[in-house]
């Protein structure tokens, strides 16, 4: 019988050390980079599934015949100058240079190496400070215009999507199934020291104007 209270006790006592200790992985699961890196991946994977149906169905590549290779000719290199980016609504045209290390950003709106060029199908994405180039960003919505110039043509984005995510989130660069444009800077933007969270702009791509 003690023998029998015993296994009963110790079995208890596994299951609710077993309970806790799944208890404190989920809060600690929710509460860091982990989370982040999970949701962003399964951000990734939908988008990417997105993407593939997207390009295997003809009737809705409406733009099938006009692919990336297509648009430029030679892939930038580091610290070159590729356009411009013209933001109607506050009158603004600010230079857009290869990369986003703080020897870009110095010069202008940097463009997330990783990313396609402006005017490609996918995630385009662009950085800028929000204490220089972005520092009236928050002013630019939803239903607004963005315009790139490059060398392959002018390129009018029309911002469907306002987001404020937090600095480490990494959903901002996934896949996009169409032509997309991302702006990004600090926020909130009167934010002394290194700001926690990002301004986001996302736009799709709404006419354009080839060079060739």
Same mark, same amino acid.
């Given at each position: @019988? ?12 596994? $299951? ?15 509460? #860091? ?5 999970? /949701?962003?991946? @399964? ?11 997207? *390009? ?6 409406? /733009?099938? *015949?006009?692919?990336?290779?297509? $648009? ?9 100058? %590729? +356009? ?11 230079? %857009? ?10 010069? +202008? !709106? ?17 950085? +800028?400070?929000?204490? #220089?180039?972005?520092?009236?960003? +928050?002013?630019? &919505?939803?239903?607004? @215009? ?9 390129? #009018? ?9 937090? /600095? ?7 896949? /996009? ?7 990004? #800077? ?6 002394? &020291? ?5 301004? %986001?702009? !996302? ?5 354009? *104007?080839l060079n060739k």
């Amino acid at each position: @019988m003690k023998d029998t209270e015993l296994k009963r006790s110790k079995l208890r006592f596994i $299951l609710l050390t077993f309970s806790v200790s799944f208890i404190l992985f989920g809060l600690w699961f929710s509460t #860091t980079n982990a989370f982040k890196f999970v /949701k962003g991946y @399964m951000i990734f994977k939908t988008d990417q599934e997105t993407a593939d149906d997207y *390009q295997s169905n003809p009737a809705n590549n409406v /733009k099938k *015949q006009k692919t990336n290779d297509a $648009l430029y000719s030679v892939r930038p290199k580091k610290g070159e100058n %590729i +356009g411009e980016l013209i933001i109607p609504k506050l009158g603004a045209s600010l230079p %857009i240079v290869h990369g986003t290390d703080e020897e870009q950003l110095e010069k +202008g !709106v940097g463009h997330f190496s990783k990313s396609v060029l402006p005017g490609e199908n996918d995630n385009s994405v662009l950085s +800028g400070h929000r204490d #220089t180039v972005f520092r009236k960003l +928050g002013e630019v &919505g939803k239903g607004d @215009m963005l315009v790139v110039e490059t060398e392959a043509g002018r390129f #009018t984005y029309k911002v469907k999507n306002v987001r404020i995510v937090d /600095k480490d989130d990494r959903t901002v660069i996934v896949p /996009k199934p169409r032509a997309t444009l991302t702006v990004s #800077t600090c926020y909130p933007f009167d934010y002394i &020291g290194d700001s926690p969270e990002r301004y %986001i702009l !996302v736009a799709n791509l709404i006419s354009e *104007q080839l060079n060739k």
